[in-house]
């Protein structure tokens, strides 16, 4: 693994369904996040991890949720999938503190009927 | 409140030089990020302000006013790979990245 990658690619799922989508780094930064990313709107924070152990709440959690039980995975699980939650979803991972820059995951694009 | 505002789209000519600009109103403020991001791509990291001033990486540029809330990017010799949205994000007092909505770069030969 080189740098930080998100599985599956895409994905086209009924609503009401389960999903966990998979993000995983080799990088060892301390923190990461998921966003979504929707037509005309900037990335939105879903949730965060600074630490393996601890998560937090972004701009949109609603639907989601997160676990961080080691330095390296960080997966995104919709527990009842909903047609709004169609999007693009992007998990990146930095160090933490000032001029960290986040590296990006390729993206999984996710479709909810 | 936070709020980041950059154009939508903009278009120019190839070999040419482009200015986007990016006004924000943050709570708190470590810093600001330019991110460049292909259609169908996940973005990726341009460059780094956090003092007022102008930063030069080959022909790419990137100017902070803190008093101002206003950062720009500038883009020299356009080429057409540099087709692409262009993203400007602060961070905010949680090193938390606050995003625009990006702007979408044209170039035309």
């Known amino acids: 693994i080189a740098g930080i990658t998100q599985a599956p690619t895409s994905q086209i799922l009924a609503a009401g369904r389960r999903m966990t989508l998979r993000c995983t780094q080799d990088m060892r930064h301390n923190a990461m996040y998921w966003y979504r990313q929707d037509l005309g709107l900037g990335l939105r924070l879903i949730h965060y991890s600074n630490t393996a152990g601890t998560t937090g709440k972004g701009e949109v959690p609603d639907g989601y949720s997160v676990s961080r039980a080691n330095t390296d995975d960080f997966p995104l699980t919709l527990a009842s999938a909903v047609p709004s939650q169609t999007s693009v979803y992007f998990c990146?991972?930095?160090?933490?503190?000032?001029?960290?820059?986040?590296?990006f995951g390729p993206g999984t694009r996710l479709t909810v009927l | 409140g936070q709020n980041i505002d950059q154009p939508t789209e903009m278009t120019a000519t190839e070999g040419a030089i482009v200015q986007i600009n990016c006004t924000y109103q943050?709570?708190?403020?470590?810093?600001l990020f330019w991110y460049q991001q292909h259609a169908g791509e996940a973005p990726t990291f341009l460059s780094y302000n956090v003092l007022d001033g102008l930063e030069e990486k080959g022909r790419f540029s990137s100017f902070l006013s803190r008093s101002k809330g206003y950062s720009y990017l500038l883009l020299k010799e356009l080429q057409m790979k540099d087709s692409a949205s262009y993203l400007c994000?602060?961070?905010?007092?949680?090193?938390?990245?606050?995003w625009g909505a990006g702007t979408k770069l044209i170039i035309k030969p």
């Open positions: 994000a602060t961070m905010d007092s949680n090193y938390q990245l606050i």
């Open positions: 943050t709570s708190g403020f470590n810093g």
């Open positions: 990146a991972s930095s160090a933490l503190g000032e001029y960290n820059e986040q590296f």
